[in-house]
């Protein structure tokens, strides 16, 4: 639906920036430190203790300041900056909705679908989604870091279709092909793999507005 070009690596070397501007530090340096750590890592590990938005952002910080120590920043400061990272990466001006989202959405919404959001993502994910427009075409909005499970544990999914109402006939569309089309299957949904192909999706789609067009 949308998504950040420079990551959370940019948010990092953002606020890297705008304490240091004279930093020679880089994306490609900061990324190293941030491939691990995060919920959505090690997704077989329930994190309920962490369902609050406080709680969730402090244990990310841990992870942030290993990136700013990592590219040479004092531990005190790197600890002060870390804070910094969550106002940077929900900045809606940082986020890019794709071309065919809305008009996809639209076009579902009129065929009578009712749209759901379930991510593995920030507590502040409704708020983002309004922020970038897209919030009326959605019944709910779902992030892992509020239910404190991650795709593609069954336990999301089953949470989404009792909120969902437990509908019959119901559809996981997403760009991961583990997160979303497997444990979309593994708990009997139907999924749909879009800007991407994969042989164990059994439907696949270049792009999102594609899945108008699917039999």
């Known amino acids: 639906l949308?998504?950040?070009?420079?990551?959370?690596?940019g948010a990092l070397l953002s606020v890297l920036r705008e304490a240091d501007p004279t930093t020679k530090a880089t994306r490609e340096e900061l990324g190293p430190f941030l491939r691990q750590g995060y919920p959505w890592h090690t997704p077989s590990i329930p994190h309920p203790e962490l369902n609050q938005p406080e709680r969730w952002w402090a244990n990310l910080e841990l992870v942030f300041v290993r990136a700013f120590v990592g590219v040479g920043v004092p531990d005190d400061l790197a600890r002060e900056m870390a804070r910094r990272v969550r106002i940077q990466h929900l900045d809606p001006?940082?986020?890019?909705?794709?071309?065919?989202?809305?008009?996809t959405l639209r076009a579902c919404r009129e065929s009578g679908w009712?749209?759901?959001i379930l991510s593995n993502h920030v507590p502040e994910l409704p708020v983002l989604v309004a922020a970038?427009?897209?919030?009326?075409?959605?019944e709910d909005v779902i992030s892992s870091a509020n239910v404190g499970y991650e795709k593609p544990r069954p336990e999301i999914f089953a949470y989404a279709w009792q909120v969902a109402g437990k509908p019959v006939n119901a559809w996981m569309i997403g760009d991961s092909v583990e997160a979303d089309v497997l444990g979309a299957q593994r708990v009997g949904l139907r999924a749909i793999l879009v800007r991407g192909v994969d042989p164990r999706a059994r439907y696949c789609c270049v792009a999102l507005a594609d899945v108008m067009r699917l039999d």
């Open 2 to 9: 949308a998504y950040r070009p420079e990551m959370w690596s």
């Open 93 to 103: 001006a940082s986020w890019v909705v794709f071309d065919d989202t809305v008009s």
């Open 114 to 116: 009712r749209q759901y």
């Open 132 to 138: 970038l427009g897209l919030a009326e075409y959605f």
